[in-house]
């Protein structure tokens, strides 16, 4: 949204997954509650990420105010060591980095989107509008196949399987396999991704809570950063793995 308003030329083409962020704290921990929190440090990836609507949102739940968390940006592959050395007190991010220290053993979950934000968007597909213009097929063969990933790996556990082997490589997120496994089971929605539809008013909802966060200083129109034509044209590719 930000890019779209400063006129960088960028759309908004799919989702890419829901859910998958989460609030962990140590297992030692007393929290059970985010409104135990309070005057606590919490690392975050950015305020422009959506995770801090995540926090966001749990705070006003609890009826606080920014003023009751210490917030601290860290990049998420530090988050697990700082938790475990207490350098944190609680970290907001998406997977792996949560299951990370879960399956480590010295952390849980004290918040999952899962539970309380089933339509949380986390990843979107973007493009630059010059490859929409010069080469839409290309666009549109790379939105059915997100979609028809997205329809693969929610069909069944055999396919999460396959697809962490993919995944862990190297070549893509270069991860230990049983930490991707982990997201994929404990428990099987933690992230997920057969839904991936635009729908309008979830942007907006974004679009609120960003500007409520001072991230967005006024309203962005959906239209100059979602072009839905693809999506709407979408056929899920059919894959064969």
């Not at 007190?89 to 220290?101: H, K, L, M, N, W």
């Not at 929610?154 to 930490?179: H, L, M, S, T, Y």
């Amino acid at each position: 949204m930000d890019l779209a308003d400063r006129k960088v030329p960028v759309r908004i083409v799919s989702l890419g997954h829901r859910s998958g962020a989460v609030i962990m704290v140590r297992s030692d921990s007393p929290y059970r509650t985010f409104k135990q929190l309070t005057g606590k440090q919490i690392a975050i990836p950015s305020r422009f990420a959506v995770d801090f609507l995540f926090l966001r949102r749990c705070w006003l739940r609890e009826n606080m105010t920014p003023s009751d968390i210490q917030i601290v940006e860290m990049a998420p592959p530090d988050m697990p060591a700082a938790l475990y050395a207490n350098a944190v007190d609680a970290y907001c991010t998406g997977e792996p980095f949560g299951a990370a220290a879960q399956q480590a053993g010295y952390a849980r979950p004290l918040r999952m989107t899962r539970d309380e934000w089933r339509n949380y968007i986390c990843c979107v597909l973007t493009v630059r509008e010059e490859l929409i213009q010069e080469n839409p097929a290309m666009v549109q063969d790379l939105v059915n196949q997100v979609l028809g990933a997205g329809v693969w790996l929610d069909q069944q556990q055999e396919n999460r399987n396959k697809a962490v082997a993919i995944a862990a490589g190297r070549e893509f997120f270069n991860q230990d396999p049983k930490i991707i496994q982990f997201v994929m089971e404990n428990p099987t929605d933690r992230v997920t991704y057969g839904d991936l539809r635009m729908i309008r008013a979830e942007f907006e909802d974004l679009m609120q809570l960003s500007m409520a966060a001072g991230t967005i200083k006024h309203p962005i129109a959906y239209e100059t950063y979602v072009d839905e034509t693809f999506a709407k044209n979408a056929r899920a590719a059919a894959i064969s793995l």
